[in-house]
């Protein structure tokens, strides 16, 4: 196959040259960028949360009534004895806040009392001897909490507490050498230590926005009851086969317990597959919008390749003609065709990788997303050079049939 | 004549139905999905007050030192009691106000019904002029209701709807949080998206209005519970009761001061430097005095309250339509240079090059103005998905309107007819003779 006459072919058609190849250079650019932003959205959803979800559920709770802090208490021990009494729950905690929540408490933790800068960052859960157990977290090294060293806390009074249980990868944070049991750290904003008495296993912080990635799996477990006046938590965990039964009962029995509460959105109880649906949302949305908008554009690419191309193939029927006649066998012809659309697709592949390039650099100076790395810039131009292919196949077949008659007609 | 090249357009579109629907949809999908995007974009870039945006400053005052400023240099995003309440006292706006978040219980008029709980502000008497807070009945508080501590309040009318079917309410009581407050008055409807004033508690698309406003000194008297951002990111610091909190250094009351002038915001700047020097060698602070002053419109850019998704979907989009341009283009390109034989007919039978211009460009306004119309379609329908792809609560914000429509035709055709210039020039060029001879 010579290229040489393609080029010169080229040469004499060079707006729709241009046209296609920057149709794909654009095509390229929008997608390998939407690939790499899919992706990355993809990976944040798919991240665990270490909470076993299923048959798991959440009512959140406010207190009408002007109890004070101790009666407050009294009525969340109360309140998690009623759930317990019921033959459809298997296990119930009282939470500040949960994985996948989104707010919550988080604190700097620090090393030494002095220290001005933190070391990192990390939720602080008000839970109790029940949290590790609802939630499904294993306890991978130390004790867990009795129901002696619960206290009771409001949200702004920053008591200090004595032992904390930490999630596994804040203590391979802190304590890099792995003996973090039994050490101290200091997690309030006064300057009184914690000791580890417990590690648990993977546990993700409450925090969901992209600025706390580095943050994510940091969780200390405080034995603390929040009796202030935001939201309070019940996390319960549903025997199985039974989720449907306790979240119906559930609401009932705190409500006889005490009416002068309130349950968040009014229906009070939300499985945990909401909560995690929920806090993915947004990055749901990106990638089905990125997903439809890529494969829409790809669609109209190749669209515009056939229309040119069969335009292209219509226009020069005489001179396909003259080939065939003078000895061009229908392979030639429809290798000339393929080669020229490969030829514009390589040019439009390769300004299209520098505009995908700059257009990352842009991001990555505007939003703080990563560089796009090497492979997306190769899938996406794989794909284009497949579908540039694809596109042109029927119009080149159909050329490829011109019978050398033509040459003789006019046109 | 317009007619008659319409009805050439329209004919010679359909000589070639697929050419002609592969650029129509191309048309059709670009601009819905610009559309769409755009119609979320604008709800969440908005100007919420574009009357006033530029007199009303947010507040802040460095009040824990450099070392543990975050980012780096910049104060806290709100201010603590302290310095709240002197900067009420000194008084030195001519309106000043300070809020923060609170979410009460209200026990419903029919006793047998369960409380129900009612988001709003503890704030001051100038809140409601200087965010232009519209009444339905009575009127906000006054500054001596301030000064009195008084237990009144304002409540929205969805809230008075609920409790009082929506009948003028002012005079009677409510009681929030256990405690009694007299009504004074009722607002409309009020809502401004983004929330601007409480972009400190992430509030900017919280979906349902505020419903209850009390007075401010009132709600700390009676410690009423603070439901928005408290940030004691400072030095370390005992405390061990919410009498002690209220004193220490913790940001959580958003302060805003109107400034009617580039002048006043100067002074009031000048007195906020003075105030935190004033600190300084009180021995309060330890650090030069650190202030700022922001306006609507740069403390929703700083506070970066435009959602990255949404600007990265409208991009994208945009992206999207841009190619779609090109494609047509190409397609024109070939739909017209395939009728050159015609062109130089016309062009020989003493046609100018202007007609042949006016006759092409009529005809691609055709394929813009169907695609315009198949995107409207796209576009309505898009709308109904809008909650899938955006967080409900930016996309409830989105709707579609007549300037949407209108804008969605007014850029099909405009795009495709700019993107027709060169597909026409092209056209106009052809040389009557050689297309004669040739034939």
């Given amino acids: 196959m010579q290229i ?18 920057f149709q794909i250079a654009l095509t390229l650019a929008i997608v390998c960028n939407a690939l790499f932003i899919i992706h990355g959205r993809m990976a944040r959803v798919s991240r665990p949360s270490g909470v076993n979800e299923t048959n798991l559920f959440v009512i959140s709770n406010v207190w009408a009534g002007n109890l004070s802090d101790h009666e407050t208490a009294v009525q969340i021990q109360a309140d998690l004895d009623a759930l317990l009494q019921l033959g459809s729950v298997e296990d119930a905690t009282a939470l500040n806040s949960f994985p996948l929540h989104g707010s919550g408490w988080d604190n700097i933790i620090r090393m030494k009392p002095d220290q001005i800068h933190m070391t990192t960052d990390s939720s602080i859960y008000l839970s109790d001897d029940h949290t590790l157990n609802t939630l499904g977290v294993k306890l991978i090294a130390g004790r867990n909490f009795t129901a002696n060293e619960v ?129 993915y949302e947004r990055d749901y949305g990106m990638a089905v919008l990125l997903v439809i908008v890529s494969a829409v554009l790809l669609a109209i690419t190749a669209a515009g390749i056939v229309g040119l191309t069969s335009f292209w193939v219509g226009q020069r029927r005489r001179q396909i003609g ?90 | 004549m317009f007619a008659y090249y319409l009805q050439l357009g329209l004919r010679s579109l359909k000589r070639n139905p697929v050419l002609t629907a592969l650029m129509v949809m191309a048309i059709a999908f670009g601009v819905a999905a610009s559309m769409i995007t755009w119609s979320v ?34 104060p806290p995003e709100a201010l603590n009691y302290t310095d709240a309440v002197a900067l009420m006292q000194a008084h030195k706006a001519p309106h000043q106000t300070l809020l923060y978040d609170i979410g009460p219980s209200v026990l419903p008029q029919n006793p047998n019904d369960l409380p129900i709980t009612a988001y709003g502000y503890a704030t001051s008497a100038d809140f409601f002029t200087m965010f232009d807070v519209p009444f339905q009945y009575g009127s906000p508080w006054t500054n001596a209701d301030d000064d009195a501590h008084a237990s009144v309040a304002v409540i929205s009318n969805e809230l008075n709807k609920r409790l009082f ?9 409510v009681t929030l949080a256990m405690h009694t407050y007299r009504i004074v008055g009722v607002t409309n409807h009020w809502d401004p998206k983004p929330r601007y004033y409480d972009a400190y508690d992430g509030m900017e698309f919280y979906p349902d209005p505020p419903q209850v406003f009390i007075v401010f000194n009132r709600a700390i008297d009676l410690r009423v519970g603070m439901t928005g951002r408290n940030n004691c990111g400072g030095p ?64 929703m850019a700083y506070k970066k309250v435009v959602p990255s998704e949404s600007r990265i979907s409208l991009f994208v989009s945009i992206g999207f339509f841009i190619i779609c341009l090109v494609n047509t283009i190409g397609l024109l390109l070939a739909k017209f240079m395939r009728r050159s034989s015609e062109i130089g007919v016309r062009r020989a039978l003493g046609a100018t090059r202007r007609e042949v211009y006016a006759q092409f460009l ?47 035709l007014v850029v099909a055709v405009l795009t495709t007819v700019v993107a027709a210039f060169y597909p026409t020039w092209r056209a106009a060029q052809v040389q009557p003779a050689w297309q004669l001879k040739s034939n």
Wanted: hydrophobic residues 45%; contains cysteine; neutral net charge.
């Fill in chain 2, 236 to 299: 370390p610091m005992h405390f061990s009761s919410d009498e002690e909190w209220l004193h220490r250094e913790c940001a959580w009351i958003p302060f805003w001061a109107a400034l009617p002038t580039q002048a006043d915001a100067q002074q009031y700047k000048t007195f906020l430097v003075a105030y935190a020097a004033e600190q300084q060698r009180a021995g309060r602070f330890h650090w030069a005095p650190n202030v700022r002053l922001r306006n609507v419109t740069e403390w």
């Fill in chain 2, 41 to 74: 974009f604008r709800v969440v870039s908005g100007n919420p007050i574009p009357w006033k945006s530029s007199q009303l400053y947010n507040v802040q005052v460095d009040d824990r030192g450099p070392q543990y400023d975050d980012p780096p240099n910049e």
């Fill in chain 1, 322 to 411: 003259v080939r065939r006649a003078l000895g061009a066998t229908q392979g030639d012809i429809l290798s000339y065709f393929m080669t020229e659309n490969l030829l514009i697709a390589v040019g439009g592949i390769v300004v299209g990788t520098l505009l995908a390039i700059g257009i990352n650099l842009w991001m990555v100076t505007h939003y703080g997303v990563a560089y796009l790395s090497g492979s997306y810039l190769l899938v996406a131009a794989i794909a284009l050079l497949l579908l540039g292919q694809g596109a042109v196949f029927a119009p080149a077949l159909r050329a490829s049939r011109v019978s050398p008659i033509e040459a003789t007609r006019t046109a």
């Fill in chain 1, 151 to 279: 206290q009771a806390l409001s949200i702004q009074t920053m008591a200090s507490w004595p032992v904390i249980i930490v999630s596994k990868d804040l203590a391979t944070l802190l304590f890099p050498k792995g003996d973090a049991l039994g050490k101290q750290i200091y997690a309030t904003n006064n300057n009184t230590p914690s000791t580890i008495i417990g590690i648990s296993d993977t546990l993700q912080s409450h925090m969901m926005d992209s600025d706390d990635n580095a943050f994510a799996y940091n969780a200390v477990l405080v034995p603390m009851r929040e009796v202030g006046s935001g939201y309070i938590h019940y996390l319960i965990r549903a025997r199985p086969g039974q989720l449907a039964a306790a979240m119906r009962e559930a609401p009932k029995a705190l409500i006889a317990q005490n009416r002068m509460r309130i349950f968040y959105a009014n229906d009070g109880e939300v499985t945990f597959a909401k909560v995690r649906a929920k806090a």
């Fill in chain 2, 362 to 408: 009529m005809e691609a306004a055709a394929v813009g103005l169907a695609g315009g119309v198949l995107g409207l379609l796209l576009t309505v329908a898009g709308m109904q998905g809008v909650g899938l792809l955006f967080e409900p609560d930016v996309a409830r914000l989105a709707h579609i309107d007549v300037s949407l429509l209108v804008t969605t």
């Fill in chain 1, 4 to 21: 040489k006459p393609i080029l010169a072919a080229m040469r004499r058609h060079k707006a729709g040259t241009i046209l296609i190849g």
């Fill in chain 2, 165 to 173: 079917g929506g009948a003028n309410s002012v005079g009677r009581d």
